[in-house]
């Protein structure tokens, strides 16, 4: 069963639209080398704050250590959901400031825009939070988001050999990641 609509079986082919340049693997895997679209990088999170993923196909400049950036990265994510909660005019209880909350409950922000990157993220029922960083000109990438959910259901979750909690080494997943991230315009 899929959560995010679509029929009983996944297609690995993009369903949004568009071209992207080609790109070829390298870096063990981790990095796709060449123009690939308007993707810069990806995180997927679990619910406790552990980076299950983190994927990048055109990061120009790296400043931090990777666990650094995972650390800061769920901290933005999880200030801005509770700032979001906080300020949320349709709700009279707004509880304290920085009190996780469960996913689905309160207010929820989808992406944000600065003049060099966007930041778009999906939070599922289950807590899996998926990060995509891509050009500031992208559109609405909130199917896209649920596109790679289904990727990640289809090729991790459902993979016997993956324990849940533990960093994903899925080639399937990746393949097909990269060639969806490609279409992202």
Known sequence: MQFFGGGAELSPSPIVPGSGAGGTVGGGGLTVGGGVGNAHMMYVFNRNGICLMYREWNRPLHTLDSQQDQKLMFGLLFSLRSFTTKIDPSVVEKGNLGVPLLPGQGCSFHSFRTN???????????????????????????????????????????????????????????????QYVRTLV
């Not at 998926?130 to 649920?146: A, M, N, W, Y």
């Open 116 to 178: 060099t990157y966007k930041l778009s993220f999906m939070e599922t029922p289950s807590g899996i939070k998926i990060i995509l960083v891509t050009h500031p000109k992208c559109g609405d990438l909130r199917e896209s988001l649920k596109h790679i959910y289904n990727l990640y259901v289809e090729y991790v979750v459902k993979n016997p050999l993956y324990v849940p909690g533990t960093p994903v080494r899925c080639g399937l997943f990746n393949t097909n990641l990269d």
